[in-house]
């Protein structure tokens, strides 16, 4: 029974989490848009919020990839020195994906920073 439970519970989990993840955006920005409509009924100015252009959204993005990759490998890199397990190395270098990925957006976000001087 113990399989068949850790497999239901997997599968709920899988697809749970995701579906109210989903649900919570939208309840939050169904309240932030009543919120909004309920001060401009009222009358009061709202000062609107800067969307980020495509170099503030590239620089955040590598931000968080480069960030999070490094955080991956280190833990993975930690744990495997605490238990002397040369397998462990493998699942750190799965962090190099994320970590390429992220430098990638720094170089987008160096190319449009560089385009719009010109």
Do not use: H, K
Request: hydrophobic share 50%; charged share 20%.
């Amino acid at each position: 029974m113990g399989g068949e439970l850790i497999g239901l519970v997997a599968v709920i989990l899988g697809m749970g989490v995701p579906l109210g993840a989903l649900y919570t955006y939208y309840r939050v920005r169904r309240l932030r848009s009543e919120e909004r409509l309920a001060a401009i009924a009222r009358g009061v100015e709202i000062p609107m919020e800067p969307e980020l252009n495509q170099a503030g959204r590239s620089r955040r993005a590598g931000i968080l990839l480069v960030s999070g990759a490094l955080g991956y490998i280190l833990t993975f890199g930690l744990i495997a020195q605490l238990q002397a397990d040369r397998d462990l190395w493998t699942v750190a270098a799965f962090g190099i994906i994320p970590l390429a990925v992220g430098i990638g957006y720094f170089l987008d976000w160096s190319m449009i920073r560089r385009d719009v001087r010109t």
